[in-house]
C-alpha cells in the first residue's frame, strides 16, 4: 500500500510577551496565520478579572500552571515572537529559555531584546 506523501508542514509561532499586549498579540497572531503560519499564544490574561483566577491561591496556583503550558507551547514551535515594547520577569525567563533550546527569537520591538 502506498501513502501520499504528508504536505509541507507550516513554520509553528510561539507568541511571547506580557499580557498587557493580548491585543498586539492577537494582531500577530492574525498576521501570521494569514501568512500561513501556526501560532500558539497565551490564552489566559490573567490582569484581566476573570472567576477563574478570583481566588488568590487559586490565582497563584494558575499562574504556576500556565507558566509551565507556556513552556510546553515554546517546545512545541519552531520560532518564538515576542510582542511588544516591554519585556518583564516571566517573558525575559521564556526567552531564556527559548534560546537554551536553540530555537529562534525575534521581537516586534528589537530594542527590548535582552541580549542585543
Same mark, same amino acid.
Given at each position: 500500500? #502506498?501513502?501520499? %506523501?504528508?504536505? $509541507?508542514?507550516?513554520?509553528?509561532?510561539?507568541? +511571547?510577551? #506580557?499580557?498587557?499586549?493580548?491585543?498586539?498579540? @492577537?494582531? @500577530?497572531?492574525? $498576521?501570521?496565520?494569514?501568512?500561513?503560519?501556526?501560532? /500558539?499564544?497565551?490564552? +489566559?490574561?490573567?490582569?484581566?478579572?476573570?472567576?477563574?483566577?478570583?481566588?488568590?491561591?487559586? @490565582?497563584? =496556583?494558575?499562574?504556576?500552571?500556565?507558566?509551565?503550558?507556556?513552556?510546553?507551547? /515554546?517546545?512545541? =514551535?519552531?520560532?518564538?515572537?515576542? *510582542?511588544?515594547?516591554?519585556?518583564? $520577569? #516571566?517573558?525575559? @525567563? %521564556?526567552? =531564556?529559555? =527559548?534560546?537554551?533550546?536553540?530555537?529562534? *527569537?525575534?521581537?516586534?520591538?528589537?530594542? *527590548? $531584546?535582552?541580549?542585543?
Amino acid at each position: 500500500m #502506498s501513502y501520499p %506523501e504528508p504536505p $509541507d508542514t507550516p513554520t509553528i509561532v510561539a507568541i +511571547c510577551g #506580557s499580557t498587557r499586549f493580548m491585543r498586539e498579540m @492577537a494582531d @500577530a497572531d492574525r $498576521d501570521l496565520t494569514w501568512a500561513g503560519r501556526i501560532v /500558539i499564544k497565551p490564552g +489566559c490574561n490573567m490582569k484581566e478579572p476573570h472567576p477563574l483566577w478570583a481566588d488568590p491561591d487559586e @490565582a497563584e =496556583a494558575g499562574k504556576v500552571r500556565l507558566d509551565s503550558l507556556h513552556r510546553a507551547k /515554546i517546545r512545541l =514551535a519552531d520560532e518564538v515572537l515576542v *510582542v511588544g515594547d516591554y519585556i518583564g $520577569d #516571566s517573558t525575559r @525567563a %521564556e526567552i =531564556a529559555y =527559548a534560546r537554551s533550546l536553540g530555537m529562534p *527569537v525575534r521581537f516586534t520591538h528589537p530594542q *527590548v $531584546d535582552p541580549d542585543a
